[in-house]
């Protein structure tokens, strides 16, 4: 069955309604529809008009009485004689609650149109839950933001870190496998003055400058950051190039300066510096001005490390070319110590192939010879290893039809084939330790590459 249409409204309500939208602020013009529109029983137009009054006249006393005679509430009755009970007006707020006598008679219905199957509501009206039904028309006008949602405090909305830290992880340099004398030298030059800052003081042992991690790629220089913030407990902030270089004149020294700033917030604190050569290129070989204002930035942050603002901050640096590296960042008082991380050992390749392997099905795989035949290959190159290895496994298991297991003999094929990535960068520093090595800064590269006849 075809629902009925509403009943078309009366053409003085009509053009009322054309002039209240030609005119939306005038409230008695609206106040003026709104009792049209209650005297023709429609009571919910007539509360959206008063609703509309009010929006724009909160205080208006005959708009709230209305509201309330279109929401069905009684209204205040004419003055009687002093002996007669009197009903409290709802819209005074000091008026006390009244309740009816026990012996008096029902109180009268509202008189005027109610509307379809809803009983008149008794005198005793509750005006706080009218205003919670006309909360749902009236909308506040503006909406206040709370005051954590900006840090605290309205005048400073940049108190947030802009960059990622991470909190103190789990990762120690115990987890790191073999790599034993990289292991020494971070313990006498970094670790140990930090964690006995008592022994430090009666040695005179200073902590200003940080550590640079130098080596072919993929030996592992970020992992071994991440497990120095482990062993000293504090927070890790790791920062690459495409985080602080802007195409923007200035935006990359404020930058450089901010990661620092998150840094003092968030100490103890470990920065490490991705790629240095990227972000402390020489100077003397940069031909925008922009860049080397970069590395003068960097320079005075590093400048701090040892001050007070600074403390517990601690700054770690990677990169596969360091000679490349501006050499004001490497003087005393800066990233002062170098440290070369080669290749993984033995011990440390034994422990690679057993990580990538741990979830894989493999068969009676001799790992003795494994790492022997991996010998000069990087960790990454490890991982891809065994990466070629279950492929081969995998073409064989669906040309079959059966699942096999990855064998020794899979593992051993797939080394024979992967080309160290490392022979590269050896290249390289080859020519940078016969001719560039001014004051001993690479004889751990140099002694490396006699004892494999590289040199």
């Known amino acids: ?270 920065v490490f510096l991705d790629e240095l050569d990227a972000l402390g290129a020489k100077r003397s070989r940069t031909q925008h001005s922009g860049m080397r204002n970069t590395v003068n930035q960097l320079l005075t942050e590093l400048d701090g490390i040892d001050s007070a603002a600074n403390e517990g901050v601690f700054v770690l640096a990677a990169t596969n070319v360091p000679w490349d590296v501006d050499i004001a960042l490497r003087r005393p008082g800066r990233l002062d110590r170098t440290l070369l991380v080669l290749p993984p050992d033995a011990t440390a390749r034994e422990a690679i192939l057993r990580y990538h392997l741990r979830e894989r099905p493999i068969e009676a795989v001799d790992l003795g010879r494994l790492v022997k035949a991996t010998d000069g290959l990087s960790g990454a190159d490890l991982a891809h290893v065994c990466e070629s290895a279950a492929e081969s496994a995998l073409l064989d298991s669906v040309r079959t039809g059966r699942i096999r297991m990855i064998t020794t003999k899979d593992l051993l094929g797939a080394a024979k084939s992967v080309v160290p990535s490392t022979e590269p960068w050896f290249a390289a520093a080859r020519n940078v330790a016969m001719f560039a090595n001014e004051g001993g800064m690479y004889d751990d590269l140099v002694t490396y590459l006699k004892k494999r006849r590289k040199l």
């Open 1 to 270: 069955m075809l629902e009925e249409s509403p009943a078309p409204e009366p053409p003085l309500i009509q053009s009322l309604r054309t002039a209240v939208a030609a005119a939306p602020e005038d409230v008695p013009l609206r106040l003026h529809l709104a009792e049209l529109l209650l005297s023709a029983g429609l009571h919910d137009a007539a509360v959206t008009e008063a609703a509309a009054a009010l929006q724009h006249a909160p205080g208006d006393a005959a708009a709230r009485e209305l509201m309330v005679r279109a929401m069905g509430a009684p209204t205040a009755p004419a003055p009687v004689s002093p002996s007669a009970p009197t009903i409290a007006d709802p819209l005074s707020p000091a008026a006390p609650p009244t309740s009816a006598p026990t012996s008096a008679a029902p109180a009268e219905p509202v008189e005027g149109p109610a509307e379809p199957d809803e009983s008149p509501r008794p005198a005793g009206f509750d005006w706080r839950a009218a205003e919670q039904e006309v909360d749902g028309i009236v909308q506040p006008r503006f909406v206040e933001p709370p005051l954590s949602a900006l840090g605290g405090d309205p005048e400073n909305t940049d108190a947030t870190d802009a960059w990622e830290v991470s909190a103190p992880g789990t990762l120690r340099l115990a987890d790191v496998g073999g790599m034993q004398e990289v292991k020494d030298r971070l313990e006498a030059a970094f670790l140990a003055p930090m964690r006995n800052p008592e022994l430090r003081k009666l040695y005179g042992k200073s902590l200003r400058g940080g550590l640079l991690l130098y080596g072919p790629p993929g030996c592992g220089k970020t992992f071994i950051a991440r497990a120095v913030a482990g062993e000293l407990g504090a927070n890790f902030l790791s920062v690459s190039v495409n985080d602080v270089l802007d195409m923007w004149i200035g935006n990359s020294e404020r930058n450089m300066h901010e990661v620092f700033e998150t840094a003092r917030r968030q100490a103890p604190c470990v």
